[in-house]
T-cell receptor
Framework: DAGVIQSPRHEVTEMGQEVTLRCKPI?????LFWYRQTMMRGLELLIY????????DSGMPEDRFSAKMPNASFSTLKIQPSEPRDSAVYFC????????????FGDGTRLSIL | EDQVTQSPEALRLQEGESSSLNCSYT??????LFWYRQDPGKGPEFLFT???AGEEKEKERLKATLTKKESFLHITAPKPEDSATYLC????????????FGAGTQVVVTP
């Protein structure tokens, strides 16, 4: 079975540019989560969706970050404009509906903002 | 505020040398405690979910246990392929879907 698919795997761009990260969740999973991982702060939840609707975006650091889920099989996380402190690994995860279902992670996008 | 503390930060084991990792948590009602394994350059891989004190789960050389304040991940007779960072996460009863992760324990098993 295909797992969570993220693209691109690596992104290097200059400060001020727009960055778009993409995620395809596991088929049949109703919940989707975006995380950021850094050495200093570990894994932090940014936003999550249930049935394509954003439920909690309290982890989104600033208005420069936005996320959408136009359908059950696709989500994007956008940073505009990007800053060097946004450099991190961004993970997408999905789970079946239900509060205690395990989340399954993609392999992440390593983002470097110069 | 929910908190998850993992110890030790790093653990170096000889092949076959059993050990345990600790995950201490404070949460206002536990819905579930999750263990993940993360290899370099990869996303966290789900291992176990524990729901209530006294529960135990096993998978190959790994066994996870849960009390009201902490969880242990026991690695029995580890092999080099068990080398990874092990992450613990808790889900509070009032925070649907949200996981609070610990910083992880990096385990290195040498032949």
């Amino acid at each position: 079975d295909a797992g969570v698919i993220q693209s691109p795997r690596h992104e290097v761009t200059e400060m001020g540019q727009e960055v778009t990260l993409r995620c395809k969740p596991i088929s049949g999973h109703n919940s989707l989560f975006w995380y950021r991982q850094t050495m200093m702060r570990g894994l932090e939840l940014l936003i999550y969706f249930n049935n394509n609707v954003p439920i909690d975006d309290s982890g989104m650091p600033e208005d420069r970050f936005s996320a959408k889920m136009p359908n059950a099989s696709f989500s994007t996380l956008k940073i505009q404009p990007s800053e060097p402190r946004d450099s991190a690994v961004y993970f997408c995860a999905s789970s079946r509906q239900g509060g205690n279902q395990p989340q399954h992670f993609g392999d992440g996008t390593r983002l470097s903002i110069l | 505020e929910d908190q998850v503390t993992q110890s030790p930060e790093a653990l170096r084991l000889q092949e076959g040398e059993s050990s345990s990792l600790n995950c201490s948590y404070t949460v206002s009602g536990l819905r579930g405690l999750f263990w993940y394994r993360q290899d370099p350059g990869k996303g966290p891989e789900f291992l176990f979910t524990l729901y209530s004190a006294g529960e135990e789960k096993e998978k190959e050389r790994l066994k996870a246990t849960l009390t009201k304040k902490e969880s242990f991940l026991h690695i029995t007779a580890p092999k080099p392929e068990d080398s990874a960072t092990y992450l613990c996460a808790v889900q509070a009863a009032d925070s649907w879907g949200k996981l609070q992760f610990g910083a992880g324990t990096q385990v290195v098993v040498t032949p």
